[in-house]
């Protein structure tokens, strides 16, 4: 099929142009191994012929023995076409062939491309097996260059490691032996400082305004079902709403706008209030469910907040357009409001119209937070050690880009290049010569701008020195 | 010259003493003006009101707490026993009534129609007054307890452990001067008070307790002993409701230190009596210090009464320093300066020249000593 | 009591203080147009058996009063004589009382941090010792609170909770665990149980229900919290007040005669003190910190932009509780403040013996050096519950806009900020009768950590309870008085807030004024001591390195004036909070030069 293809190319190309002589074949032809895979590519670069081509096949030949001996590089299918090739190596893989006894002309090209290229990324080799190439320039007349052959066949092999993501494996590594650090560190008893989430601690606060006020708590798990993460980081925060709320003997009421979420709740609820030692003061009517209609779930809600005036109002999941219906809502019935959701869009009503609003990454890490068990504790310190590197990569990549720019100064292009495009990106350990020149064609395009910008300026000056002139006279 | 008050302990060998014998709460004495009561008779008793038990209905049959009332099977006075229906509710139609059984055994006290709650108490828990002290009944409180008065040697100790118990007196020790090891105290001493000389050690505590003395007495005590006999580090001097099995009396503080030999000798000649003992201090306002009470043979003669006027600081008074750097050394008032002098610490204060047995005398704020009194 | 004299006849006032263990006595005489304290005396108080009669130690002390004033205050049948003549009695006699353990009371409320809070304050700020708070939300199980409520013999019980219109359940739910553990009163069985309510108005009848039976004597005044944004602490502490007068006083022994000899109602003494540093705060518009320290507890008063507070520790003092405060504190803790080494065995059994005999007084330095180390400890962790407890009111509803995003700030912090303090005043025994001031003056800013500029005093006798109470009969004399006798002012610290870097410079500093002109730096870790005497102030203008804050904010200039006192100006370059080095033999060495720096005691003292 690919055969057939590649002679269809061919003779594409042959038909477009008409009539010439043949072509000079390509020169310098390297085959290599391509790093950081499984074995399975080669790259192959030469450079074009002498006189243009319209085209280049390229041929493969799976071959046992290191070096082409004595037969020259250049090699006429003509000259050698009446040749007989045999299979004579046993032990190489099926078709390889002795390197002495290499020829291509038997063979259909494994791939044609167009002439404007100069590489071609073989992907069908095996890894472990040597190849040689040939690559042939096709004029647009369809006439053919003598075979062009690589000098050394190259032998694709499996990278265990795939150099061009070491920065990556760096970073991971550091972030997870930090946040094992910090397990053990929280596992030892040693106090793990974490950042005071002012909505958690309002909880207490919040309920406690609810029991002295002599009013209920309401609790909106948010409108999506219990697939949804937040709804789950949402339940979360209840079981400890739900415990205070016990603790303290305080009504808890939660409508919900799917009944699995009211199902998961009840359990919820149930389990704190059990584990707050006061099991009779639970009361499962207090955990409804009202409607999956979104606006509908937020009229009754809202008619609820109304008629009873809750002291305290939760809102802890996803919402949508409801959250500054429901926070406006508890705002005008005097309640302490806590939110937390990561709806991006609805954050800044819950802010305005919240006492206390958790804003998503607070959302989830509540569940540390709230259990103080060790391990969701040393690995939310962690996680926050890898925000840590990140937020510094953002601004050492930002500030060295900037500098950059600003001084020209060829260093500086390359710390940034090296920030972007190796720890960030796929360039390796190293600085590679296509970064470098990169660099180099950057700075001589900010040349060619300001030389062009100053001659501009030189013409406007020169045209405005000219036009005064002539108003003096 | 103004009178300097200086309190001390009491070391006597014979004084009329009060014990006022009091319920905590009114009750009924057992005993009349005039009766001769030993330490272990039963002089008053009553009941002190159970335990409480709040139950909430309204939570537990889901009524608003207005209803309770009115779904209750027992009335408030009415006795219950363990696992009796206490209130039913009315359900639905007569149907889906909820049973509550009450938990505990006791009398209804209370039903709430604002909170919900019924309020049952558990059975009185009695109490008994015992006589603590040998001695003669002289007055009845009424329903309250009595004031049992004998004729005793009386010793107050600095700092005890552990409430009233009583027990005959058996002197452990050689002199005032030996530390009490737990070698000498033999398996005979069980329910004796056992009086050592100098420092107690946490070993002849645990020996004392293993032969089931009633009480330990001794000059001093380490605190670090105190902390690993008690499990705890004592922070503030108020004792007397530990529950440790025996009763410990300190006479002269912590550390190595020996007893005044003036209590040793006294506790000496009374060996083989019955005393009282009583470990509860309170060193805070309302101060009570432990004591050790040896009631005397009746009719042995008036208490005798001191040589002194009671708290008075006079030249040739034996006296006690409590503070370093003599700490626990005993000696006669030998000079009262009137005049403040500067101590060696910076600060002026009144002091008294103290003459040692050795004949040294050294200068002592009137603060760091006391008055051993008797 | 007899009605209160004309002002302007009063010429002699006698004040006497009743403290648990000892009763202090003052006279205060006109003199030349003026009020002045003019002598003192000292007696053990005599609650305790076997006297039994507090009036016993009142005469004992007013006895060396008038042998010192060469006046007879006594007469014939041991009673105080009144009105004076010129050679005979006083005008009048006041008094307060914190004998027999002062006032102890119960508080209940419903939600700890709320209504339970508030009760508490306005117990404390009454002068009681509070045992216990019971609330809804005190991890207790209801048998375990009934039986907490069995165990303690408070003097009177304040309950309180919910807001007007709130909840009522709660409410009398506590009640509901108050009247059945029918708490025993301290004094007398026949003595009915005070208990005042000040909760929720509309649960005042089912409370009155609840308390109709069981011997109880229900008072019911205005709600403490009346809406959960305002307290309203005033009704509730006069009542707590009038009862302390009328069942409690009356019940202690000797209180019946004591209450008929004065002129003005008996106070709780912290009550007194408490008025007399608010009445300061208020003339003069500043913020001031007062630390009683006494054998069992420690109090600790601060008006913060006239904010009252007042906190009892109640185990932290220095003879009954000074086992607790080691123990608190841990030996560790306390011997870093001491600058050679003590034995730890020998240490501990000093120290259990000052517990059981609690008047006794250090002879020798090093006796005194460690006592003086318990005591920082002691305010150290006296004035961390005072932070702890000194907060804006919880449980109140925010107004926040989109700016506030991140910073949502939480309700309930700490109104205790040592950089507005202006006024640090210290009193009771191991500070006030510290042989030397510089020694008073270290274990304050040791313990309290003041930052910025602020001023140093110590009540020379402790004679602001006095002056309290004189405050409510006779303001004028109480004014001048305190002015001029009370406070002993011992100078200003100068102390930078942050952390400077050791041996490098903490802030630069010239001094201008009629007797002292100097200029110089302070160095991280270094203190210092410049001569500045009692009545004269200067000008200083400190330049503090970057970081360090001295009130204007970090790294920048202050110029202020500092008035002097008995030791004078102390220029603090140690960094706040104070770190101590955590190696023994460093901190010695780091002790001592401190030591050295404000010379705490006389040079001989240093010894090691």
Redesign the interface.
């Known amino acids: 099929m690919t055969r057939f293809l590649a002679v269809l190319m061919a003779m594409f190309f042959a038909v477009t142009v008409a009539y010439a002589a043949a072509p000079a074949p390509p020169t310098d032809v390297v085959a290599t191994d391509e790093p950081n895979d499984v074995g399975n590519q080669v790259q192959l670069t030469w450079k074009g012929s002498a006189g243009g081509a319209a085209g280049y096949m390229i041929f493969r030949k799976a071959v046992v023995g290191d070096q082409l001996s004595g037969a020259s590089q250049l090699e006429s299918v003509g000259e050698t076409a009446t040749g007989v090739t045999e299979p004579v190596n046993p032990e190489g893989p099926d078709g390889a062939v002795r390197i002495e006894d290499l020829s291509f002309a038997d063979d259909e090209p494994i791939a044609a491309v167009s002439g404007g290229e100069t590489s071609y990324l073989d992907e069908t080799v095996e890894a472990g097996t040597s190849y040689m190439y040939a690559v042939q320039a096709v004029s647009a007349t369809n006439e053919v260059s003598p075979l062009a052959i690589t000098e050394k066949p190259v032998t694709p092999t499996w990278d265990w490691i795939n150099e061009s993501k070491l920065w990556f494996l760096f970073i991971m590594l550091t972030i997870s032996l930090v946040v094992i650090l910090f397990v053990m560190i929280a596992k030892s008893g040693r106090p793990v400082k974490v950042r005071?989430i002012?909505?958690l601690?309002?909880v207490?606060?919040a309920v406690?305004?609810a029991?002295?006020?002599?009013?209920s708590c309401l609790f909106v798990p948010g409108i999506l079902d219990i697939n949804d993460i937040q709804t789950v980081a949402g339940l979360t925060v209840l079981s400890n709403v739900a415990k205070t709320a016990a603790?303290?003997?305080a009504k808890l009421e939660v409508p919900t706008a799917r009944s699995l979420v009211m199902t998961a709740a009840r359990e919820t609820v149930q389990g704190s209030f059990l584990s707050a030692?006061r099991p009779?003061?639970y009361?499962e009517?207090d955990i409804y469910y009202l409607t999956d209609e979104q606006f509908g779930y937020t009229a009754g809600v809202q008619g609820k907040m109304v008629r009873d005036k809750p002291a305290a109002c939760f809102y802890m999941g996803a919402f949508y357009a409801e959250s500054l219906i429901l926070a406006e809502t508890g705002n005008a019935i005097?309640?302490?409001q806590v939110a937390g959701t990561a709806m991006p869009s609805q954050?800044?009503f819950f802010?305005?119209?919240?006492?206390?609003?958790l804003?998503g990454e607070e959302f989830f890490a509540a569940s540390a937070y709230l259990s103080g068990d060790p391990e969701q504790l040393g690995s939310l310190k962690g996680q926050d050690m890898g925000k840590v590197i990140a937020a510094l990569l953002i601004v050492l990549g930002c500030l060295f880009s900037t500098l950059f720019v600003l001084t020209q100064s060829e260093k500086l292009g390359e710390i940034s290049a090296y920030i972007s495009e190796n720890i960030l990106g796929e360039e390796g350990l190293e600085l590679n010569d296509s970064q470098r020149e990169n660099i180099q064609a950057q700075m001589d395009q900010t040349k060619a701008v300001e030389a062009r910008n100053k001659s501009m300026a030189e013409l406007r000056q020169s045209i405005l020195d000219r036009a005064a002139g002539a108003d003096g006279t | 010259m103004a009178k300097a008050y200086t309190p001390g302990l009491l070391v006597t060998s014979n004084t009329r003493h009060r014990s006022r014998r009091q319920l905590p709460i009114k009750g009924e004495v057992k005993v009349s003006v005039g009766d001769q009561v030993q330490a272990e008779d039963v002089v008053a008793e009553t009941a002190l009101p159970g335990d409480v038990h709040p139950i909430?209905l309204a939570?537990?049959m889901?009524l608003p707490p207005a209803d309770v009332p009115e779904c209750m099977l027992k009335k408030e006075g009415d006795p219950i026993a363990h696992d009796e229906p206490l209130a039913r509710s009315k359900g639905l139609f007569g149907l889906f009534k909820t049973t509550v059984n009450c938990q505990h055994e006791g009398t209804v006290e209370t039903v709430s129609p604002v909170t919900g709650q019924v309020i049952v108490r558990g059975k009185p828990i009695p109490v008994d007054v015992h006589g603590y002290m040998a001695g003669k009944v002289v007055e009845v409180l009424q329903e309250e307890g009595c004031i049992i008065e004998a004729e005793v040697a009386f010793i107050q100790g600095i700092f005890g452990i552990g409430g009233e118990t009583h027990g005959k007196i058996r002197v452990a020790v050689g002199s005032h001067e030996q530390p009490l090891a737990p070698d000498d105290i033999t398996d005979d001493m069980s329910g004796c008070v056992v009086v050592g000389g100098g420092r107690m050690s946490v070993a002849s505590i645990q020996r004392a307790k293993a032969v089931g003395a009633a009480a330990i007495v001794s000059g001093g005590i380490d605190d670090e002993d105190l902390k690993n006999f008690l499990g705890y580090d004592l922070g503030v001097a108020i004792t007397g409701r530990e529950r440790v099995g025996l009763t410990i009396i300190v006479t002269e503080g912590f550390g190595e230190i020996a007893m005044a030999q003036r209590t040793f000798e006294l506790l000496k000649t009374h060996e083989g009596r019955e005393a009282s003992v009583n470990g509860a201090t309170q060193i805070r306002a309302g101060v009570m210090r432990p004591e050790i009470i040896i009631p005397l043979e009746s009719g042995s003669g008036e208490a005798a009464g001191g040589a002194h006027e009671e708290g008075l600081l006079e030249i040739g008074r034996a006296i006690r320093v409590i503070r370093d750097p003599w700490f626990g050394m005993i000696g006669e008032v030998s000079g009262l300066p009137s005049e403040p002098h500067v101590l060696d610490s910076g600060s002026k204060a009144r002091v008294l020249e103290v003459r040692f047995p050795h004949g040294e005398t050294a200068i002592v704020p009137r603060a760091n000593v006391e008055l051993i009194e008797g | 009591m007899t009605t209160a004299l004309d002002p302007e006849k009063i010429k002699v006032i006698l004040a006497t203080d009743c403290g648990s263990t000892t009763t202090k006595a003052i006279l205060i005489q006109y003199v030349d147009g003026e009020y002045r304290q003019t002598h003192r005396g000292e007696a053990p108080t005599t609650v305790e058996k076997p006297f039994a009669d507090v009036t016993m130690g009142v005469v004992n002390s007013v006895t060396e009063i008038g042998e010192l004033a060469n006046r007879r205050f006594i007469d014939d049948d041991g009673k105080i004589i009144s009105p004076a003549t010129e050679t005979e009695g006083c005008d009048i006699y006041i008094s307060t009382s914190s004998a027999g353990g002062g006032l102890q009371m119960m508080v209940a409320g419903?939600?700890r941090?709320?209504?339970g809070d508030s009760a508490k304050r306005a117990a404390l700020g009454a002068g009681a010792i509070v045992m216990d708070v019971i609330a809804?939300?005190d991890?207790r199980?209801p048998h375990e609170q009934i039986q907490r409520i069995r165990d303690l013999r408070p003097d009177m019980i304040l309950i309180s909770?919910?807001?007007d219109?709130?909840?009522?359940?709660?409410v009398i739910?506590i009640c509901e665990l108050v009247a059945p553990a029918k708490p025993q009163p301290r004094f007398g069985s026949d003595y009915e149980m005070p208990i005042i309510y000040a909760g929720?108005k509309e649960a005042r009848d089912s409370v009155t229900d609840v308390f109709r039976e069981g011997g109880f004597d229900l008072q019911i005044c205005e709600n403490l919290?009346p809406v959960?944004e305002m307290e309203n602490l005033g009704p509730a502490r006069d009542k707590i007040h009038d009862i302390f007068l009328e069942h409690v006083m009356a019940q202690a022994p000797g209180y019946d005669k004591l209450m008929t000899w004065t002129d003005a109602p008996i106070m709780p003494t912290p009550g007194a003190v408490g008025d007399i540093l608010q009445t300061v705060a208020r003339i003069q518009g500043i913020n001031v910190v007062g630390v009683d320290i006494g054998g069992a507890t420690t109090d600790v008063f601060s008006v913060f932009d006239e904010t009252f507070n007042r906190t009892v520790s109640a185990n932290l003092g220095m003879s009954y509780s000074i086992s607790n405060v080691c123990a608190e504190a841990t030996m560790p803790n306390v011997l870093r403040w001491v600058p050679f080494d003590m034995d730890e065995r020998q240490l501990r059994n000093h120290v259990k013996n000052k517990m059981i005999r609690p008047t006794t007084i250090p002879q020798t330095k090093e006796a005194l050096m460690f006592e003086q180390a318990v005591a920082r400890e002691a305010l150290r962790l006296a004035y961390i519950q005072h932070k702890e407890f000194a907060t804006t009111l919880?449980?109140v509803?925010?107004q926040?806009?989109?700016g506030?995003?991140f910073s949502?700030?939480?309700?309930?912090d700490t109104i205790v900020n040592n950089m507005k303090l202006d006024l640090l005043v210290a009193s009771g025994g191991v500070l006030s009768h510290a042989p030397r001031m510089h020694q008073t003056a270290m274990l304050l800013i040791d313990a309290f950590e003041p930052e910025g500029v602020t001023r140093l005093a110590k009540d020379s006798i402790f004679m602001m309870p006095h002056l309290g109470v004189l405050s409510a009969v006779h303001p004028q004399a109480a004014t001048q008085v305190f002015d001029r006798d009370c406070l002993i002012y011992l100078g200003t610290c100068v102390a930078g807030k942050g952390l400077p870097k050791p041996g490098k410079t903490c802030f630069k500093y010239t001094v201008k004024g009629d007797t002292l002109n100097e200029s110089g730096e302070i160095r991280g870790g270094d203190i210092t001591m410049l001569p500045l005497e009692p009545g004269q102030t200067a000008t200083i203008e400190c330049d503090p390195a970057r970081g360090i804050d001295l009130g204007a904010g970090p790294g920048k200039r202050i110029t202020k004036d500092v008035q002097g006192g008995t030791v004078g100006l102390i220029l603090d370059g140690r960094g706040r909070p104070l770190a101590l080095p955590e190696d023994r033999a460093t901190c010695q060495a780091t002790i001592g030069k401190w030591i050295e720096g404000v010379q705490m005691y006389e040079e001989e003292a240093v010894a090691v």
């Open positions: 005071k002012a909505g601690e309002a207490n606060e406690g305004r029991t002295e006020m002599g009013r603790k303290y003997d030692g009779d003061a009361n009517d005097g309640a302490i954050l800044p802010v305005a119209a919240c006492d206390y609003t804003i | 909430n939570n537990q889901s | 419903v939600v941090e709320m209504t809804s939300n991890d199980r909770g919910g807001i219109g709130g909840t009522t359940t709660h739910q929720n919290r959960l919880k449980g509803q925010k926040r806009t989109v506030d995003t949502q700030e939480s309700t309930g």
